[in-house]
């Protein structure tokens, strides 16, 4: 895990296309901008060199978000996403978030599965969020002494 540098451009783009359908994909223009947003980071994950998967998050104040989680199909179930995930967390909890939010599609479990194991939990529901009508989960999920005090309560 690394942070990105200019020079992954390309790469981060050609996962990106790999990983989505054309009108879900992010355009280079987009992913530019998201790159650029306030409060922005992206982690880079490598496997002998080379990105097989990238997270873009954002945040301001006490809020963070994930833009984007990708990792190359090839590198999927080997932990690459898990990994690129408590980075991204460790590096917001460092900048003081305390609540990480996120969407996904309703109609992939696998990919809901994955950030229910990782402890978010949904919070509602995007009607037509993405392309062609798909709805997308509004997801959640606290770190640091919020979260810590939760799970003690239980």
Known sequence: MRAYVPEDFEAIYEIDQ???T???AYSRRDLREYLRFPG???VVAEDSGKPIGFCITAHRGSQGYIVT???LESHR???AGSKLLAESERRLAANGVTEIGLETATDTESVVAFWLKHGYRKRGIKK???PGGRD???MRKTLGPA?????ERK
């Not at 979260?147 to 799970?151: E, H, I």
Request: hydrophobic share 35%.
């Open 147 to 151: 979260a810590r005090l939760r799970k």
């Open 128 to 130: 037509d969020y993405y």
């Open 136 to 138: 997308a989960h509004v």
């Open 18 to 20: 790999a990983c989505y």
């Open 22 to 24: 054309p009108e879900v």
């Open 40 to 42: 922005a980071e992206c």
């Open 69 to 71: 989680i990708d990792v």
């Open 77 to 79: 179930g080997k932990q």
